[in-house]
């Protein structure tokens, strides 16, 4: 059974995953309606899910339904981080050591203990 039939509910499935959400390329071929996947179709696809908020990596969707995709909500943490690993240059390399310095862990896991507890 499909996890999602409507771009809306894959939205919401997104946001419930924790803003990223791996899913195969037959699970977006279906959602969009399509028989086969083929340039228009993937590139129908990443509009629609941008139209919806979502980035997915590869940026360059695959063609293959039985390859997968990584689907990510535009505007969080996770999208940044996305950023951050595919814009080469310096600048990102400084934000990448931020994101994973011994203290932004630690910082992160006082706000689990926060949140979670």
């Known amino acids: 059974m499909a996890r999602f039939s409507s771009y809306d509910e894959l939205s919401d499935l997104v ?10 390329m037959a699970e977006l071929r279906d959602v969009n309606g399509s028989g086969r996947l083929g340039p228009y179709v993937v590139e ?5 899910l941008a139209s919806k908020g ?3 990596y590869p940026a ?3 063609q293959n339904q039985w390859e997968s995709a ?9 999208a940044d981080l996305y950023e951050l ?12 050591r931020e994101y994973t310095s011994d ?4 910082r992160l896991s006082k706000v689990r203990k926060i949140v979670c507890y």
């Open 44 to 48: 129908s696809i990443s509009k629609a």
């Open 54 to 56: 979502i980035g997915h």
């Open 103 to 106: 203290d932004a862990k630690e």
């Open 70 to 78: 990584r689907l990510f909500r535009r505007g969080s943490a996770i």
């Open 15 to 24: 946001t419930k995953s924790g803003n990223v959400l791996t899913v195969t």
């Open 60 to 62: 360059d969707l695959p």
């Open 85 to 96: 690993l595919t814009n080469v240059n310096e600048e990102g390399d400084d934000k990448i």
